[in-house]
């Protein structure tokens, strides 16, 4: 099976930066989409092919991709933005391509 | 963009389940449709996948063979029909829209819960 692997938890204080890992053998010759999901509510996309973000992200949200990790990072961090972030990538050697890493709490101190 | 899910509740183990999804605000037919679940405190699944004219589906193991994904353009709106349920189905159901594999899942519904038990 295909696994991405992410820290279970990350905290941060206002103000600071966040950086949350995606780590696969060889991520980096994939394309890794990042997403937001809040208590109660759906995902939402915050970084697209590594490094893009969809209309409307602010851009405190950046993404990186090399070699075996990927990397969300969080500058100016917020009390809105804890929550929980899952990395995912399509992985088109296999049956069923998507794959979704396990998911980071970010806790804002 | 808009993608409101409905059809969850309580379904006893073995039973079956039809979930639509409407969207509007796009056009249907230009995407990729797919319905990601996650049981409650727990990560996320991409269970099934449909392409734009729904003639080709894509299944994850834990659901092949029992969930059918379909679509209907005309009335623009996703389904998945569920049966022989599983108490490990119990999870909330998310529609999501996928431009292309290189884009990911760029809108959701809000999700419907499904609860399998007896």
């Given at each position: 099976?295909?696994?991405?692997?992410q820290p279970?938890?990350?905290?941060?204080?206002?103000g600071?930066?966040?950086?949350?890992t995606?780590?696969?053998?060889?991520?980096?010759?994939?394309?890794?989409?990042?997403?937001?999901?809040?208590?109660?509510?759906a995902?939402?996309?915050?970084?697209y092919?590594?490094?893009?973000?969809p209309?409307?992200?602010?851009d405190?949200?950046?993404?990186?991709?090399?070699?075996?990790?990927?990397?969300?990072?969080?500058?100016?961090?917020?009390?809105?933005?804890?929550?929980?972030?899952?990395?995912?990538?399509?992985?088109?050697?296999?049956?069923?391509?998507?794959?979704f890493g396990?998911?980071?709490?970010l806790?804002?101190? | 963009v808009?993608?409101?899910e409905?059809?969850?509740?309580v379904?006893?183990?073995?039973g079956?389940?039809?979930?639509?999804?409407?969207?509007s605000?796009?056009?249907?037919?230009?995407?990729?449709?797919?319905?990601?679940?996650?049981?409650?405190?727990?990560?996320?699944?991409c269970?099934?996948a449909?392409?734009?004219?729904?003639?080709?589906?894509?299944?994850?193991?834990?659901?092949?063979g029992?969930f059918t994904?379909?679509?209907?353009?005309a009335?623009n709106?996703?389904?998945l029909?569920?049966s022989?349920?599983?108490?490990?189905?119990?999870?909330?159901?998310?529609?999501?829209?996928e431009?292309?594999?290189?884009?990911?899942f760029?809108?959701?519904?809000?999700g419907?819960?499904?609860?399998?038990?007896?």
């Open positions: 099976s295909d696994v991405l692997t279970p938890s990350v905290s941060v204080a206002p600071q930066t966040a950086r949350i995606c780590e696969r053998d060889d991520i980096g010759s994939k394309s890794v989409h990042w997403y937001q999901q809040k208590p109660g509510q995902p939402v996309l915050v970084v092919a590594d490094v893009d973000r209309s409307g992200i602010p405190r949200f950046s993404g990186s991709n090399s070699a075996n990790t990927a990397t969300l990072t969080i500058s100016r961090v917020e009390a809105g933005d804890e929550a929980d972030y899952y990395c995912q990538i399509y992985n088109s050697s296999r049956d069923h391509p998507w794959v396990g998911g980071t709490k806790t804002v101190l | 808009h993608l409101e409905s059809g969850g509740g379904v006893r183990p073995g079956a389940l039809r979930l639509s999804c409407e969207a605000g796009f056009t249907f037919d230009d995407y990729g449709m797919s319905w990601v679940r996650q049981v409650p405190g727990k990560g996320l699944e269970i099934c449909i392409n734009w004219n729904g003639v080709t589906t894509v299944y994850a193991d834990s659901v092949k029992r994904i379909s679509r209907d353009n009335k709106s996703l389904y029909q569920m022989s349920l599983r108490a490990e189905d119990t999870a909330f159901y998310y529609c999501a829209r431009r292309s594999a290189s884009y990911g760029d809108f959701w519904g809000r419907t819960l499904v609860t399998v038990s007896s």
